[in-house]
């Protein structure tokens, strides 16, 4: 089945340690999306790739940073979580090519800041 | 600034009928997505609006006024596995998902 796949699913790094993130996607979508999702909040989006192009959200700190080698693959790495990064990270896909453009979201990675 | 509301909790009793209700103010409009996040899962995708009216699948319905700025979703013969955050989203002008805080559903037997 087609789908979206991010690793691993749980995640615990020290205060100040380096992380990254990774999703694939089998889906051949053209746009990948990294969001930040806390307790009983809405999704937030950190950035986007549009194909090759990267998009930053204004409000996203420099701390994180992105990585699409190819279609299939985008990483996310923190260069230095704090206590305050400690959330769910959702990868997500979806085509320009027509329709709807629905997202399709990964399980999720929870990250835990000691 | 763009802004998405949403009820923050409701609850509703297994069998009966539900309407949770979305009211949007964004730059421009390009679709509302009504999404279901169960507790520590990824959103999954339920419905997608973009004209006025009413949309049907199954138990659920959604409802999309443009001129109101409005949204509904409607879960007919609720089950205790309908028991989660649905989330309202809107695209914008820019094609830029806006995204409610999500409304958390409790069924009861």
């Known amino acids: 089945d087609a789908m979206v796949i991010q690793n691993p699913r749980y995640q615990v790094t020290q205060f100040g340690k380096p992380v990254t993130l990774s999703c694939s996607q089998t889906?051949?979508?053209?746009?990948m999306y990294w969001y930040q999702q806390k307790s009983s909040q809405a999704p937030k989006l950190l950035f986007h790739?549009?194909?090759?192009?990267?998009?930053n959200e204004a409000d996203t700190p420099d701390n994180f940073q992105s990585r699409r080698p190819n279609t299939s693959f985008c990483f996310l790495d923190i260069r230095s979580p704090g206590l305050g990064d400690a959330a769910m990270y959702l990868c997500?896909?979806?085509?320009?090519?027509?329709?709807?453009?629905?997202?399709?979201f990964g399980p999720g990675t929870r990250l835990t800041v000691l | 600034g763009q802004n998405i509301d949403q009820p923050t909790e409701m609850t509703a009793t297994e069998g009966a009928i539900v309407q949770i209700n979305c009211t949007y103010q964004?730059?421009?409009?390009?679709?509302l997505f009504w999404y279901q996040q169960h507790a520590g899962e990824a959103p999954t995708f339920l419905s997608y609006?973009?004209l006025d009216g009413l949309e049907e699948k199954g138990r659920f319905s959604s409802f999309l006024s443009r001129s109101k700025g409005y949204s509904y979703l409607l879960l007919k013969e609720l089950q205790m596995k309908d028991s989660a955050s649905y989330l309202c989203?809107?695209?914008?002008?820019?094609?830029?998902?806006?995204w409610g805080a999500g409304t958390k559903l409790i069924i009861k037997p």
């Open positions: 989203a809107v695209t914008d002008s820019n094609y830029q998902l806006i």
């Open positions: 790739y549009y194909d090759k192009d990267f998009n």
């Open positions: 889906l051949n979508h053209n746009v």
């Open positions: 609006n973009v």
């Open positions: 997500a896909t979806s085509s320009t090519s027509g329709g709807a453009n629905e997202q399709f």
């Open positions: 964004t730059s421009g409009f390009n679709g």
